[in-house]
């Protein structure tokens, strides 16, 4: 029954591994940079490349396989907000270490928004696991 959604859910994955990457590297850099940047533009950016069509594409798979609960489908989207939550609690675990000029609002809070998210889409992938396959009704 799996067809599409499984790929739809793999690129979710694919796309919050990445957005998880770009923030760490980020948050890393921002520790002694050495050149001036501006973190703001740099993570809404990477929010917008990222997380924000891997949430999409999280949400797409997930409505198009609730009604017969595939637990492939559910792992890969559990997987994406396990990896989601993880990377973000060690970048919120970098936050007290970077330089004082770039701990700005955005930099503090990026990290506990996408926790919560990470946790939203962990539930979604739950979930299917417990979705029932329902019978195909069939009208002739």
Do not use: W
């Amino acid at each position: 029954m799996a067809g599409i959604e499984r790929y739809v859910a793999i690129a979710s994955l694919a796309l919050f591994v990445m957005f998880v990457g770009e923030v760490n590297v980020l948050y890393n850099y921002l520790i002694h940079p050495k050149v001036d940047t501006e973190p703001e533009a740099k993570l809404l950016m990477y929010i917008s490349i990222g997380a924000a069509p891997a949430s999409i594409m999280a949400a797409t798979s997930f409505i198009m396989s609730k009604r017969y609960g595939s637990k492939q489908i559910g792992g890969l989207i559990l997987a994406g907000g396990v990896i989601l939550f993880m990377g973000m609690f060690v970048a919120n675990l970098t936050v007290p270490r970077i330089d004082a000029n770039y701990k700005i609002y955005t930099v503090m809070i990026i990290p506990q928004l996408f926790m919560g998210v990470g946790v939203a889409v962990m539930a979604s992938g739950a979930f299917l696991f417990r979705t029932k396959k329902r019978p195909i009704k069939e009208f002739f």
